[in-house]
């Protein structure tokens, strides 16, 4: 049987033929993560995207029912059959979808065709093609990142389904993951949150064969990097900075005296670094952009739990005529002298006219 459960529901099915590894760091009781833990196993994602409003209530009704993928090879024959459980996300930070990921035994590398079936509905869904993904991860010298993580999550923005690798002792790295638009791409080690921070890169798009994914990372990160183009062909660009020096030993000193963090110290200014326009470089797919105007705004994450405002940087920076219309990477990033401490990070897919 060809076609979806229903004229507006999208239903994809991907396998995340990851290496099986689960590595500790220990705990940081002043951060939101308590366990530094980077987990790698292979698994299953089944998903089921509404593509319309009408598609809602359709959706709701397949909550808590049990969802069966019989994987097969491309001669038709059965490599494997797993059974999952479907829940909804109910996030607000999440797009409204069901969804299971299912641990797997082994890696299913020859699968191509999945049975899927929910009750007395049986679909055919072709498994989303693996795609390589590789590249190098250094720090702002250029010296390789040994032993560091980069992890491709949340595909189409289901809390569920990752892909995972290490780097080797000259910082590259390959790994095949299934084609899909991820949240975010996440790179650090097992040094986070006490001498490192993470590279973020937002929205990546990994398509079919091939696809390059360079990052450094050191002491800063870059948070909820966001960008819109303007009708005058200017970029304006919001993120937020946390670094080692001001924002961890901060939250260390507050831990250190009140034996736990609430929601107001998060809000504290004390917490984030200052930033000033020479701090910062932009540049859209290796192409710096003039940076004109810097300020401070506040915004409210009540989605995160927190009901006090917290400081966030927004710059206009200038496209040149020579960039043509398309879709560029943009990335951010912040160099501190007097701490020297380095970040950056990543917009994949910018539309810029």
């Given at each position: 049987m060809k076609g979806v459960l229903i004229p507006d529901l999208e239903l994809k099915v991907m396998i995340f033929n990851n290496e099986t590894f689960r590595d500790h760091y220990g705990v940081i009781p002043y951060l939101d993560e308590k366990e530094i833990c980077y987990e790698a196993y292979p698994h299953a994602l089944f998903l089921a995207i509404p593509r319309s409003t009408r598609a809602l209530e359709y959706l709701k009704s397949l909550e808590g029912k049990q969802v069966v993928l019989g994987f097969f090879r491309m001669n038709r024959?059965?490599?494997?059959?797993?059974?999952?459980?479907?829940?909804?996300?109910?996030s607000p930070l999440m797009p409204c979808m069901v969804g299971t990921e299912i641990p797997l035994n082994e890696k299913l590398m020859r699968a191509r065709y999945s049975e899927v079936r929910i009750g007395n509905i049986r679909e055919i869904v072709e498994v989303s093609p693996q795609v390589r993904v590789h590249g190098r991860i250094t720090?702002?010298?250029?010296?390789?990142?040994?032993?560091?993580?980069?992890?491709l999550t949340r595909p189409y923005g289901f809390p569920k389904g990752r892909a995972i690798t290490k780097?080797?002792?000259?910082?590259f790295y390959e790994m095949y993951v299934p084609e899909a638009t991820y949240h975010h791409a996440f790179v650090c080690d097992g040094r986070y949150g006490r001498d490192a921070l993470e590279f973020y890169g937002w929205n990546v798009q990994i398509k079919p064969p091939d696809h390059e994914l360079n990052a450094r990372f050191d002491k800063i990160e870059l948070y909820r990097l966001t960008a819109a183009e303007?009708?005058?062909?200017?970029?304006?660009?919001?993120?937020?900075?946390?670094?080692?020096?001001?924002?961890?030993?901060?939250?260390?000193?507050?831990?250190?005296?009140?034996?736990?963090?609430?929601?107001?110290?998060?809000?504290?200014?004390?917490?984030?670094?200052?930033?000033?326009?020479?701090?910062?470089e932009v540049s859209l797919s290796d192409e710096r952009l003039e940076i004109r105007t810097l300020c401070r705004r506040y915004y409210l994450p009540k989605d995160l739990?927190?009901?006090c405002p917290r400081p966030i940087y927004v710059l206009e920076?200038?496209?040149?005529?020579?960039?043509?219309?398309?879709?560029?990477?943009?990335?951010?990033?912040?160099?501190?002298?007097?701490?020297?401490?380095?970040?950056e990070s990543m917009l994949s897919g910018l539309h810029i006219w």
């Open positions: 024959k059965l490599e494997s059959e797993v059974v999952g459980e479907l829940t909804r996300t109910r720090d702002f010298e250029n010296k390789p990142k040994s032993n560091a993580y980069v992890i780097t080797n002792e000259r910082g303007t009708p005058e062909r200017t970029l304006i660009i919001e993120f937020l900075p946390m670094d080692i020096a001001c924002t961890i030993e901060n939250l260390k000193r507050i831990f250190e005296f009140k034996g736990k963090i609430s929601s107001e110290d998060i809000c504290n200014e004390r917490l984030y670094p200052k930033l000033n326009i020479e701090d910062i739990g927190i009901e920076a200038k496209i040149p005529s020579h960039i043509p219309p398309g879709k560029y990477d943009l990335r951010v990033i912040v160099h501190l002298d007097e701490t020297q401490e380095w970040g």
